[in-house]
């Protein structure tokens, strides 16, 4: 089974994710992770967005791996915390942006899912990746609680943010996630879309447990 969760940075996919994984007993891979490790090394190789040759040789050649609990390794190293850096975050959108970035990642989120009960969420879940999923779903927030959102959770672990700075950072995210020239972040019919600004975290899971179980 193919659970599918789109929808722009801040709208809560990664928390709700994980709850829904662990009471349904699915495999939880993060795809998001997947750009930011490939955003990361090009910090680490001083590579620029002026170079995309150079990003796409990098998105070819790394080596990108997710453990039971969600620890992320890029070439063997726990970059988990480091992958959600603001330098990260500020690059991953146009890096992500690069079609061919984007075909690898792809075949990796692919290759993760093989033979196993799954939640995936990202941007293209359920368009690109996996457009056959059994269930797919778009969560969505107002921008500025998506923002308040990002802050506490930087808060949380330990990273220095500032809330007008997250907020410009989101919009502009916001807007080159759905004006990429592949795996633009869309709406679609057959998703269930869920307004997460005035819900609780539990309300948005119980939504979405509701609808797989056919409640």
Do not use: W
């Not at 603001?86 to 991953?92: M, Y």
């Not at 075909?103 to 989120?109: F, G, S």
């Amino acid at each position: 089974m193919i659970v599918a969760i789109d929808g722009p940075a801040g709208a809560g996919k990664g928390t709700i994710t994980s709850l829904v994984a662990e009471e349904l007993n699915l495999v939880t891979i993060d795809t998001g992770a997947t750009y930011r490790c490939v955003a990361l090394q090009c910090l680490n190789e001083n590579v620029t967005l002026d170079e995309p040759e150079k990003i796409i040789e990098i998105a070819k050649k790394v080596k990108i791996d997710m453990d039971e609990n969600k620890n992320v390794f890029l070439n063997g190293k726990d970059v988990t915390k480091e992958i959600r850096s603001t330098e990260v975050t500020s690059i991953v959108s146009p890096v992500s942006s690069i079609p061919e970035v984007r075909d690898e990642m792809v075949k990796l989120q692919r290759e993760l899912a093989k033979g196993k009960n799954v939640i995936m969420e990202g941007r293209d879940i359920t368009t690109v990746v996996f457009p056959e999923a059994d269930f797919k779903f778009y969560l969505d927030a107002e921008v500025e609680e998506r923002a308040r959102r990002r802050v506490k959770q930087n808060e949380e672990q330990g990273i220095e943010s500032n809330y007008d700075e997250i907020l410009e950072s989101i919009k502009k995210r916001d807007y080159n996630d759905m004006h990429k020239e592949k795996g633009a972040l869309i709406r679609t019919e057959d998703q269930i879309y869920i307004d997460s600004t005035n819900m609780s975290i539990e309300e948005v899971k119980e939504t979405i447990i509701k609808h797989i179980k056919g409640e």
